[in-house]
């Protein structure tokens, strides 16, 4: 079992910055992939940026070159740092894990509850 808290979200002008954060805990063989989705109101879940096991990173066109993901191992922590935000980008920000169950070796995911990102215009 892995428990996901994402903090770092709030109310922030077009043009600025946030720095969202991902902490995880629990039990879990190996990390795969650690990712960012989101989701606005009335809209479907949206992947934003994912990094793997070994540090490669990927980002969806429309954040591509505005968000950076990174990850501290030593502190099982993600980051999202969002740059030149726009109004675009308002939504709910979920942190997932895809990795190896301790207990069976199967395939897991698991999701964050969610942190709110309120761009304005």
């Known amino acids: 079992q892995v428990q996901l808290v994402e903090s770092g979200g709030g109310l922030v002008e077009a043009g600025g910055s946030l720095r969202l954060s991902c902490a995880a805990s629990?039990?879990?063989?190996?990390?795969?992939?650690m990712a960012w989705y989101r989701q606005a109101p009335g809209n479907q879940r949206e992947w934003v940026a994912t990094?793997?096991?070994?540090?490669?990173?990927h980002y969806a066109d429309s954040v591509k070159g505005r968000f950076t993901i990174s990850r501290d191992n030593a502190k099982n922590t993600v980051y999202l740092q969002m740059d030149s935000l726009k109004s675009e980008d308002t939504a709910v920000y979920y942190c997932?894990?895809?990795?190896?169950?301790?207990?069976?070796?199967?395939?897991?995911?698991?999701w964050g509850q969610g942190t709110q990102v309120t761009v304005s215009s």
């Open positions: 990094i793997t096991s070994h540090d490669s990173t």
């Open positions: 997932n894990l895809n990795g190896v169950n301790s207990g069976d070796s199967r395939d897991v995911t698991y």
């Open positions: 629990g039990s879990i063989r190996s990390i795969n992939l």
